[in-house]
């Protein structure tokens, strides 16, 4: 039972890496060409969309001033309170997911820096406190 599964889910596999065209469907001969690959700023907002189809390109022009309206925001509610993740998601109604990734960026910018002090949040969890950059 076990073998069927695992030669299926090969079968499938390979399949895809066919569709692919990926070099890794040569299994396990040696790769005669080199792939560049490019890798993307997560930060950057401004990067091409992935696949270059007119849907993605529309897609990354809808979303991409909201990326930046939620990073304002959550720098515009720190500037006011050193803040913890949980609060400023509470206070902006806002996945906390969102607002991590916000904080995360704001961070790499130099904006806002944890502050050193620790609360709690309503899970009993500690929780870095992020102020502005001083």
Do not use: H
Request: aromatic share 6%.
């Amino acid at each position: 039972m076990l073998e069927r599964i695992v030669e299926r889910l090969s079968i499938y596999f390979i399949s895809i890496l066919r569709l692919t065209q990926s070099p890794l469907s040569t299994l396990g001969r040696p790769l005669t060409g080199r792939i560049e690959m490019k890798q993307l700023d997560i930060f950057d907002t401004d990067y091409e969309s992935c696949n270059y189809t007119k849907t993605s390109q529309e897609a990354l022009a809808t979303i991409k001033p909201k990326i930046k309206t939620k990073r304002e925001q959550v720098y515009d509610l720190i500037k006011l309170n050193a803040l913890t993740n949980y609060e400023i998601a509470d206070e902006l109604d806002m996945p906390l997911s969102s607002v991590t990734a916000r904080c995360r960026e704001l961070q790499v910018l130099n904006l806002v820096e944890d502050s050193g002090t620790r609360r709690k949040t309503k899970y009993g969890k500690q929780a870095i406190v992020w102020q502005r950059r001083k």
